[in-house]
């Protein structure tokens, strides 16, 4: 056994490769390594056959990129990921009140829409004070990005009157 090993010391460093790469793929939810452990078990066998370093790197690069170029389409055809809308989305375009000065420079500001309360920050990046009425225009992550009611509300009559 040992024999073997000190022969095949290649081919066995590319099985253990295509063993780690084959339990991140199992640990992953989506379709990520499955082509380089293909890759490392076709060098498994070029190394078992006798072929040098290079060659190996050669097989193991061109058989990872044709299993991913093959299969990829196929995939992404089968498997269908869809944007889940939550009810946070609802938010957009809805009007609310400052509780807290919005001040992005110093990470500060709470608004109240819809009866709850969330951190908030200015679109622009100018301060809001406390009971300023906002418009909500994006939501980023567990903030709402606001916009000064009587900004949108310019906004909207300048396009309104430029239409007249």
């Not at 056994?1 to 253990?16: G, K, T």
């Not at 070029?46 to 044709?66: P, R």
Request: charged residues 15%; hydrophobic residues 55%.
């Amino acid at each position: 056994m040992a024999e073997f090993i000190a022969e095949n010391w290649a081919a066995l460093l590319w099985f253990l490769a295509a063993v780690a790469l084959l339990a991140v793929e199992l640990a992953t939810v989506q379709l990520v390594s499955i082509w380089f452990c293909l890759g490392a078990v076709a060098a498994t066998v070029a190394a078992i056959w006798g072929a040098g370093g290079t060659a190996q790197l050669g097989v193991f690069f061109v058989v990872s990129a044709a299993a991913l170029a093959l299969t990829r389409p196929m995939v992404q055809q089968v498997i269908q990921f869809k944007k889940v809308p939550t009810n946070a989305d609802s938010f957009i375009g809805m009007a609310g009140s400052v509780l807290e000065d919005i001040d992005d420079l110093a990470q500060t500001g709470r608004v109240r829409v819809g009866g709850l309360d969330w951190t908030a920050r200015s679109c622009d990046g100018q301060p809001i004070r406390v009971g300023a009425t906002v418009v909500v225009e994006s939501i980023q992550g567990v903030k709402l990005m606001v916009r000064p009611r009587e900004a949108a509300a310019t906004g909207t009559t300048q396009a309104q009157s430029l239409s007249k």
